[in-house]
């Protein structure tokens, strides 16, 4: 796979050298077993597979390869780069402007912009209304768009799939920027609509059956279908894509509910099904899966606690959270500064993002092992730093030199 000139203050020494280490020994990817380092008092066990993906360090290094090749001129982020706070700080810091915020919202109108500026688009990708906006005042939105080639995939799916008669449902966050560029992508082609999880999908299936009224449809899902959707038909021979930061297992069960609705309906057996349900089951990220397969063999290992560090908007990092709470106590952070003490930590509600401070954190009794894992936009250096910190909290057997001294 191809290697990303990312700035090296995000890399982290000890961590690079565990993630080389591991893939040597595990080229197939069939290990996901935790590495651990055993500190005596304190024991962490770090995920076989977390932090940058291709995507976001194909992002990262087009975006600080555009500052450094066009000083002076302005330039723009059409949104967040990333869902991370220290990646899109040091972008403002560099003088990088964002033109809306993850909901879409306008910060800096397109009427501010000429065609000697430069709009980066972001890796989640944007609509075509947009990339019409920029195209039409001259802005080159090719050379600069950051979008993942995971995210471009779903796109071109969609795309083989409505050319042949399909309509398209996408699983994903109605308001996120990935969800409106994938479903703006979908419609351009064929009837599309937007679901958010299973219980949707579940009214979804009312309306292939029958249960429901075509016109509840139209209220129950309004803003998220496309123009002229006709309930009545076009539902009846779709396929299920997604916003690739989902949990894997959950656009899955979604597609099989649905799929199975259409067999049951139409009385179509499995040899037949595609007549009517397009398999897109080649969509799902490579880096979702392998960060959420990581952590759940992670959750194997007997813990106290679990920390998740990455960005609190971030929709693959929250999926982390979730799939960490299902098993023991977890700490949604997006820095070491929220360990405020080894009494208290500052965590991020994945729900509701709101932050609050629980105290105590820490169990009394040693050793006190913790799981760690991090979103796939959420730099090494940060991880690092807060293992840094809390070692600090902990009379240790080996230092974090000795440590790393093992994986170097």
Known sequence: MKQFAVPNFYRSEIISAIKQKRKAADKLKKDFSPTLLDFGALKIYLARHFGFCYGVENAIEIAFKTIEE?????????????????????????????????????????????????????????????????????????????????????????????EK????????????????????????????????????????????????????????????????????????????????????????????????????????????????????RDTLCYATNDNQTAVSALLNTPADFAIVVGGYNSSNTSHLVELCEEKLPAYFIDSADKIISSKEILHCNWRTKQEFLTHDFLPTSTPVKILIT????????????????????????KSFDEIKAQFL
């Open 70 to 162: 066009n000083q002076g001129r302005r330039i723009f982020l059409l949104s967040e780069m990333i869902h991370n706070p220290q990646v899109n700080a040091d972008l403002k810091e560099k003088g990088i402007k964002f033109l809306q915020d993850t909901q879409g919202k306008q910060l800096i109108s397109f009427d501010e912009l000429n065609e000697d500026d430069i709009v980066l688009i972001p890796a989640f990708g944007t609509t075509l209304e947009i990339e019409n906006i920029l195209n039409a005042k001259g802005i080159q939105t090719e050379k600069y768009n950051t979008t993942c080639p995971f995210v471009e995939k779903v796109w071109n799916r969609s795309t083989q799939i409505a």
């Open 165 to 280: 008669g399909y309509s398209i449902v996408v699983h994903g966050k109605p308001k996120h920027e990935e969800t409106r560029a994938t479903f703006s992508h979908a419609s351009s082609q064929t009837p599309s609509v937007v679901i958010n999880d299973m219980k949707e999908a579940v009214e979804l299936g009312k309306y292939i059956t029958g249960e429901k009224s075509a016109e509840s449809f139209y209220t129950e899902f309004a803003g998220r279908y496309s123009k002229n959707f006709d309930v009545t038909k076009d539902l009846q021979r779709f396929g299920v894509v997604n916003q690739t930061t989902q949990l894997a297992t959950d656009t899955q069960a979604i597609a099989e509910y649905l799929k199975q609705i259409v067999k049951n309906h139409y009385h179509f057996g499995e040899e037949n099904i595609q007549e009517r349900f397009a398999d897109t």
């Open 374 to 397: 991090s979103g796939a936009s959420c730099p090494d250096a940060v991880v690092e730093s807060v293992i840094e910190k809390l070692t600090s909290f902990f009379p240790a057997d």
